[in-house]
């Protein structure tokens, strides 16, 4: 599934995406910011342009078919819900699934959350079919060092309501995940497993396989996080073999407030609802009720419908370009990036140097420049980047920085963009007096 | 909008020569501040001899704006009543807020002194925060450190 573990790439080898005709679809492109100045988007971590065929769709809705779905007998309403369910299944099959393993969410936060609060609702569950992965003292949740806050504090504060244990795998010098003691922290009463399938801030792709086999062998569910690599390589859920898969819209071309939780049928069957509400239920009587199947058990009320439009029209787009050549295109971006950064002095990258097992996030400190301030000068030069602790302070600390700069490539980014940055980062140097980590005046 | 004015020499100066830097004893009180979105902190301390700072002593580190700020305040305050002190953080709230426009910067050179220096990070909304931090924990270690006036 990750085609990374080959020769680290170098230099300007062709890219696989026709940069100039991609960047025509993206109307935000078009317009110029700090006086006049071409954008440069490198922020796609945070959240992605979107693409015209997206935009589009939404409207598309909005002017033809709104009305909410799953409610009423009127022709809006049927067509609503045909717009809707026919968007979930090639969101499903964007990923392999099928679509009643589906649930949308607002976001990657929201869909780790619905889990996190399942399985507290599970030990409370009055029905006995939803207490199966009830969790409790004694029991132990595993995470890592690496993962993006959305993927930390849910965990904490599960095991702050139910008295389980949290636990995590670290991370070596280099910012990869720290496999030695796999087998003690992933033990016989580890519950639940959930792991990022690309850091968001260093860019590290974990070898998911090992951990999921092993969590398996003791009998726990894995989740994997997906939302910094749903959008940038091809992830098929039956090969995966996890038990969740969550990632965002809005990081992949789409609108934002739509995100997708992927579970096994039989593991969402066991899971008691999140939110309660509307059109999540079966029978509903003053003393009690019941609720439906998956997937509509987590969707309370009128759901996200034009976003959800929206974001099977992202995966359409992603689709047509083709998931390898995405992939394959931001892996050529990175090696020439990593490169070109690492050649100036008092430069240093935090995270993997090379592009093998590493996806696109960059993150860098330059000697003598605090990151923000880093970031600041770009952002003068029309360079759109993040910087601070990207949501993952603990990741930051473990590598003995502040925090970082971080440039985020995706389908539109060129290597002009890279020489941009590259540019960019020897005028904060120039414009800071440091030169190479030495001040020069 | 250039750069420069944001990135005044002044300031550059205080970030790489701190005023006043590093924690001392004695002191009334010690606060801790971040800024959760980028990381920055600050540690600092604060002394008050009747109603007069008599030391405003700091420790943190982050970007160049939130650190130099300290450093400016610190020349500003310490010597000052707790009461003259707020007054002067609420004058710099007040630069911070000016979006730019430099007749508040011109009407405060008198009373902000190095500090007038960061008027045009108020053309900058998500480096105000870095600027106010320190005011924000000077703020909140005297209030801590000093009961107000005497009755």
Not at chain 1, 24 to 47: C, E, M, N, Q, W
Not at chain 1, 163 to 191: F, I, M, P, Q
Not at chain 1, 345 to 372: E, K, L, N, Q, Y
Request: net charge negative.
């Amino acid at each position: 599934m990750t085609a990374t573990a080959t020769t680290p790439a170098t230099g300007r080898t062709p890219l696989p995406l026709d940069v100039e005709a991609v960047r025509a679809d993206f109307p935000i492109l078009g317009r110029t910011v700090r006086d006049g100045k071409r954008l440069v988007y490198l922020d796609s971590g945070a959240t992605s342009q979107k693409p015209r065929q997206v935009l589009d769709a939404e409207r598309w809705f909005y002017e033809n078919v709104n009305a909410a779905p799953h409610r009423g007998a009127h022709q809006l309403a049927e067509e609503a819900t045909e717009a809707y369910e026919a968007a979930r299944a090639t969101i499903a099959a964007f990923i392999g699934a099928q679509p009643d393993e589906v649930v949308f969410t607002r976001n990657t936060t929201e869909a780790i959350n619905l889990v996190a609060y399942a399985f507290s609702n599970a030990v409370t569950a009055k029905e006995p079919e939803f207490r199966r992965y009830a969790v409790g003292q004694g029991d132990e949740i595993v995470v890592t060092e690496m993962e993006h806050h959305a993927n930390l504090i849910p965990w904490q504060q599960l095991c702050e309501r139910t008295g389980a244990t949290l636990r995590w795998l670290g991370l070596t010098d280099e910012g990869r995940l720290d496999l030695s003691d796999l087998d003690t922290v992933v033990n016989e009463r580890t519950k639940f497993v959930t792991v990022t399938q690309q850091s968001n801030i260093l860019g590290t792709m974990p070898p998911l396989a090992p951990i999921i086999a092993r969590a398996h062998e003791v009998g726990a569910l894995v989740m994997v996080d997906g939302a910094q690599s749903v959008p940038h390589q091809p992830v098929d859920v039956a090969a995966l073999g996890a038990d969740f898969l969550v990632f965002s819209g809005h990081k992949m071309l789409g609108p934002t407030g739509v995100g997708v939780l992927w579970g096994r049928a039989e593991v969402l069957d066991a899971l008691p609802p999140f939110l309660t509400g509307g059109s999540m239920i079966e029978v509903v009587r003053m003393e009690g009720s019941t609720f439906a199947p998956p997937p509509q058990r987590f969707e309370a009320g009128v759901p996200m419908t034009a976003q959800v439009i929206g974001l099977a029209a992202a995966a359409d787009y992603l689709t047509a370009l083709g998931m390898e050549a995405v992939q394959a295109h931001e892996e050529a971006l990175t090696g020439y990036a990593l490169e070109q950064l690492q050649a100036i002095p008092g430069v240093r990258v935090v995270g993997p140097a090379d592009t093998v097992a590493r996806g696109g996030a960059i993150s860098f400190v330059v000697d003598g420049i605090h990151p923000h301030d880093v970031g600041q000068v770009l952002d003068d030069q029309g360079i759109a980047v993040r910087v601070g602790h990207h949501c993952a302070w603990p990741v930051v600390r473990r590598m003995g920085v502040p925090a970082t700069t971080r440039a985020t490539f995706y389908v539109h980014t060129g290597y002009d963009d890279v020489d941009a940055l590259v540019e960019g980062v020897r005028h904060a140097q120039r414009f800071f007096g440091v030169d190479g980590g030495e001040e020069v005046r | 909008m250039k750069l420069q004015d944001m990135y005044q020499e002044i300031i550059l100066d205080h970030y790489r020569n701190p005023h006043g830097r590093g924690l001392r004893d004695p002191f009334d009180a010690e606060v801790h501040h971040v800024n959760p979105t980028c990381g920055d902190e600050v540690t600092l301390r604060v002394k008050v001899d009747g109603d007069t700072l008599t030391d405003v002593s700091y420790q943190g580190q982050g970007c160049s704006i939130s650190q130099a700020s300290v450093s400016a305040m610190y020349d500003l305050v310490v010597g000052k009543s707790v009461p003259e002190a707020l007054a002067t953080g609420e004058d710099f709230m007040r630069l911070m807020q000016a979006k730019g426009d430099t007749s508040v910067a011109d009407e405060l050179e008198d009373t902000l002194e190095d500090a007038v220096a960061f008027a045009g990070v108020s053309k900058y909304p998500a480096r105000i925060k870095c600027a106010l931090m320190s005011w924000m924990a000077l703020k909140d270690a005297s209030a801590r450190a000093w009961g107000g006036p005497a009755a």
